[in-house]
C-alpha cells in the first residue's frame, strides 16, 4: 500500500519560508511523477508544481512561479515544496500526489496516490 506523508507546513507571516515535504512509503518511488496541489479555504483543489521521476522536468503554477521550487531526494523517497515570499493567498491546505504512471501532471485526476495534506497559513 502506497503511503504519502506530508510534514512542514505552519502558520507565517507574508514574505516569509517555508519548507514542505512528502515521505512516500510502500511503491517505487523513483518511478513516481510527484505533484503538489493546494486547497484554499473554500475554494477548489488547484496545481501548485510537479516534478518528473528523475527531477529533470518541472513545472509550476504561474501564481507560484519564481518563489516555489519543487525538488525530490529518490534516495530518500522524498519530495519537498521550497516556499519563499508567501503571501496570505498562499493560506491553504497543500497536498503531495504520486502518478505512478505519468511523469508528473498538471492534472488532478492523472494521480493516482494521495496524502491528506498540512496546512499552510499566512498573515499579512
Known amino acids: 500500500q502506497v503511503r504519502l506523508v506530508e510534514s512542514g507546513g505552519g502558520a507565517v507571516q507574508a514574505g516569509a519560508s517555508l519548507r514542505l515535504s512528502c515521505v512516500v512509503s510502500?511503491?517505487?518511488?523513483?518511478?513516481?511523477?510527484m505533484g503538489w496541489f493546494r486547497q484554499p479555504p473554500g475554494k477548489e483543489r488547484e496545481f501548485v508544481a510537479a516534478?518528473?521521476?528523475?527531477?529533470?522536468?518541472?513545472r509550476y503554477a504561474d501564481s507560484v512561479k519564481s518563489r516555489f521550487t519543487i525538488s525530490r531526494d529518490n534516495s530518500q523517497n522524498t519530495v519537498h515544496l521550497q516556499m519563499s515570499g508567501l503571501k496570505p493567498e498562499d493560506t491553504a491546505i497543500y497536498l503531495c500526489?504520486?502518478?505512478?504512471?505519468?511523469?508528473?501532471?498538471?492534472?488532478?485526476?492523472?494521480?493516482?496516490?494521495w496524502g491528506l495534506g498540512t496546512q499552510v497559513t499566512v498573515s499579512s
Open positions: 500526489a504520486a502518478d505512478n504512471v505519468g511523469p508528473g501532471s498538471t492534472i488532478m485526476r492523472e494521480y493516482d496516490y
Open positions: 510502500g511503491g517505487a518511488f523513483d518511478t513516481y511523477g
Open positions: 516534478i518528473s521521476w528523475g527531477g529533470v522536468s518541472k
